[in-house]
């Protein structure tokens, strides 16, 4: 890494969640980037260790970050919070990487249909730039507003996009997705559901074929939602989304044949790797990395196919993602602080 | 339970593995049976408890079990051992439950392309019965050898064989069964694909449309193979199995009025369970019963269906529907030991 | 069972958290008993399962007790719930187990010290009976306010009281009990400390030297405070505790010698299980049972000794233990349903 | 960094197992080192991602080392191989750090009396120096064949010896070890004791007052045999190892008095982290980090103390402390790649 890059002041809002504090521990090692810890409401410091960490704090106010010298900000805090402060550390002269789904959809009716309540920011949505550097590079290295994309719909896009292109799945079928999450990616909350008794030893569907998700996954891969059938479900691990997608193949095609249309798509992406024909991921293939996988089989005769996209939920499904996003912004190398 | 029934001397081959130590937690609560170790090779005891177990011992030959007095035989072993001593057993007049896949498809030949290897004990497969009591009650009460199904089969056939019936799939879109295991389910045995580190906080997906239970599925629900997508996933718990199997309706059809198909099926079955439309079971719902649990969510416009199916894969996967259909055969009532 | 005992109706307050759901659950299958859910505030029923359990309900009240025929009542309760719902049940003429620390220790100021609260039903301390049926079964069997064990000190107990009382521990070394628990020892409810996130791939230790379960093992054990350091630490399980207890021997003494004053003390108990010299047990041996299961290792020549004692939290150190209490108030046989 | 400084090349033998593993993750990230595979018998590639990895490979051989220009060899390997290896890549100019038992202990006659076998490479025992740096830094600096410590040992000594050395252990009273470990500290292999179902949701002692482990913390803690009670115990996570060790105070002090003798000790050590009195570490502290935390709680009045030590078993256990070690050899800040 070249030393003359200068090194970016990078505010956090929400560090004590899971992706906030994914975010701080990777640009904590980031050569070019250093954390500012933005106090926002009650996140204290559970910590007693007596060497305290050096990571900077500022208020997560437009004062605050200014004071602060922040070039940046992460907001990895809830829609309506986002909602909120984006506004605030916009007007304030900083970026903004929104990691809720509160700019992800393409209109204010949209949010309100999906998320059952109103938009409070719809002025933003012009200029919010869906953050899912494979597809949206030029624009993301252009936007002052990122809307980080949703976990389970990075590993569908990433997987469904390009077949849907290629023309390769039949539309009769449909597509199913079939998803599975680790429970950080309820966030880091006290809650009946999420507790460890509830969970351990369990594995639970819920928001089937309406969670809110779905939309990111129309916009972005192009299949309309009468074709998609999309199932979220509770794995009893930390951390690792792994989306079994199914569909049937318009034309004859072997499994090499859909890995090649997936090769021609990926073969410059710094973060998305395929596996032989035949091979799929699983989710210690990605966890802790920015990268995902994928993976596939097919039946040529009878028109079956399975694809698994794998992913970190809290790294390209959250954090990982947005300081990629980060790094484009800043006209530094994509892969600063994420190989 | 009336006190003049008989009790019956059960033995069970392989009974240090989780499926035949599970049948005896069962057995040894039966209120008409009584479990016997029957010893092949190295079943040795590990146990250091001082006052040791009251349970009966006897050699896995057909003159121990003769000596023992045993009525019937549990085989919770592996199909070449099922195969070699399943007609020994039955000579000896002992009538026998296999748990293993060797009597489970419709012929040798089947068994040897799902299987990839040669079927030593293809004389018994004419009078083989299998112990799906929900759909073979009748012939299961007459027979003398019984193949107990697999464990991902019974969830999906219970699932899936009522909607094939009522013609309520749309067999262009086919079925897609995305089903996911707890490790119990592959045996328990040294290995390192089911050794602790590899398993925990991960989720992997192996026998992608090969899968060895798949012809089950296909003779037991009326599926054909090409309409018909299946994946084993593991999931890092110890037992359950939770299916969520896809379709499009071939008519215009509610989650009520697919959920009415059930009720007309199971409405007197003990062992199946339907939940309210739109809701499903978890795996916490059925660990240590034999019930099979069913609900479902479904978008009458679009035509998409979701169904979720969940059993014990050591219960009603294994060891529980064993002694159901023991319970069976030998003229009990069908749910003694397992309510 | 001889069919002419009568069937007990058996009140269950608090049968939304996991140790009154273990009471019901032991209940269901008793032969002389029938589990009643006593509502008490918001115990929702979160089942939708369309055909419904058959168990009868009625108001967690005086009145309701009276209609409903109840002839003992479970409190699976906090203290201050216990402390309230104890004389009014008492009154109305029902036998009551309370498996919260109300009466656990032997007088209101105990209770404040460790409890950090005024005990607000001080008159009940002459009455109620601690309910290890080890040491206690006499009083018990007489009592009608009986005081459930806590959990860890029920596995303490039954370990070190046989050491005390043998003199075979140097004082001058003490006693050391390192206690670990699963996660449903503590209670369902949303709580950020117990998420799953923050429990898995975790172990903690808290409340050290402090924890208000110690002063029940000092004043059933005979060991005093000051000889004895006890730490609670959190498995990433969902029940069982283990406590890996240490001594020094007092004159010399092979692990034999030591075993053999277990064996003196336990001759006769249904419930507590000894290993062999040298061996001890795990928690699978223990979970779901109401045993208690006790193993040591000794260096004669150093007199150093390792006593591991284990059982289940919800069993043993709770609903199981409360419903061998009730058996003994009831007359019924102490095992009945339990084994 | 200073750009100056030269890449070393280290190569890894045992790169499959768990802690050879953690070092290439490692070596990955270190700056001035790069990390070679160093293949002895089937140490295969299992990984099916089509863009491979670029990291070297050669021959666990002396010729493979010095062709591949090998500055040193780390030995992540069984004792009998690295008794095999260290004599063989030593001879060929490389330094070695075994992470294996092989020459930990002072004398063969030791390591029979502790590993039940011979020494077979009993003339390395003179040049051996035991890796652990916060009291060895000096030595290991100029040494060629590190004896990488124990992952128990190195919890428990960092915890111990300060203690020791100040005299505030009662020697009569001694000092109880009891060590929890996650399962990688087992190996990577398959064995039924370490498989999935036997491990989840339980929690087993094993080695009690005789795990092989205990001769290093005597020989560096200065605590005699006869006053130390160490058990292992198993934690059903992956990595992770937190000891609570319990003693008794020599003369009055409080928790502030007890962590001032940590604070003097370690006050410039980089990776020993302490806590304020009263409050200890968990493992989600120390997990991935290759730091080892201390905090305590004590009882002045009575003289009981109870410290907590936590350390990741495959980092400051193994390979990270290998890795400190190297950069200690090699010249390099002793951080290097570690923070």
């Not at 010298?69 to 809830?78: D, P, Q």
């Not at 996009?161 to 990616?185: E, H, N, Q």
Request: proline share 6%.
């Amino acid at each position: 890494m070249p030393s003359s890059l200068p090194t970016f002041q990078i505010g956090i809002v929400g560090f004590t969640g899971y992706s906030g504090a994914e975010a701080i521990k990777i640009l904590s090692r980031h050569p070019n980037c250093e954390p500012v810890l933005l106090e926002h409401r009650a996140d204290s410091d559970p910590s007693k260790i007596l060497r305290k960490s050096s990571i900077r704090r500022a208020p997560a106010t437009p004062e605050g970050i200014e004071s602060a010298g922040i070039h940046a900000v992460l907001l990895a805090t809830a829609p309506e919070v986002s909602m909120d402060l984006a506004p605030k550390f916009l007007n304030a002269g900083a970026i903004v990487i929104d990691l809720s789904g509160a700019f992800r959809l393409q209109t204010p009716d949209r949010y309100k249909h999906w998320y059952k309540e109103e938009h409070t920011a719809p002025g933003l949505f012009a200029q919010a730039v869906y953050g899912l550097p494979e597809y949206n590079r030029d624009q993301i290295r252009n936007a002052r507003l990122i809307s980080n994309p949703g976990c389970y719909p990075t590993a569908a896009n990433l997987a469904i996009r390009p077949l849907v292109a290629a023309g390769i799945v039949d539309p009769k079928a449909g597509i199913v997705c079939d998803a599975k999450s680790g429970v950080s990616g309820a966030g880091r909350k006290a809650s009946l559901k999420t507790s460890f008794c509830e969970v351990t030893e369990n594995f639970s569907a819920y928001s089937i074929l309406r969670h809110r998700h779905i939309p990111e996954v129309l916009q972005t891969s192009g299949i309309e939602e009468s074709a998609f059938s999309f199932t979220a479900q509770l794995i009893p691990i930390e951390r690792g989304i792994l989306e079994s997608i199914y569909f049937r193949t318009a034309r004859q095609a072997t499994a090499a044949d859909i890995l090649a249309i997936y090769q021609r798509q990926y073969a410059n992406e710094p973060f998305v790797r395929l596996y032989e024909a035949g091979h799929v991921p699983d989710l210690h293939a990605v966890q802790h990395t920015n990268f995902c996988d994928i993976g596939l089989a097919a039946d040529p005769i009878t028109g079956r196919a399975v694809v698994i996209s794998a992913i970190d939920n809290l790294v390209k499904g959250a954090a990982g993602q947005a300081i990629q996003n980060l790094n484009l912004t800043l006209g530094l190398p994509e892969t600063a602080g994420l190989l």
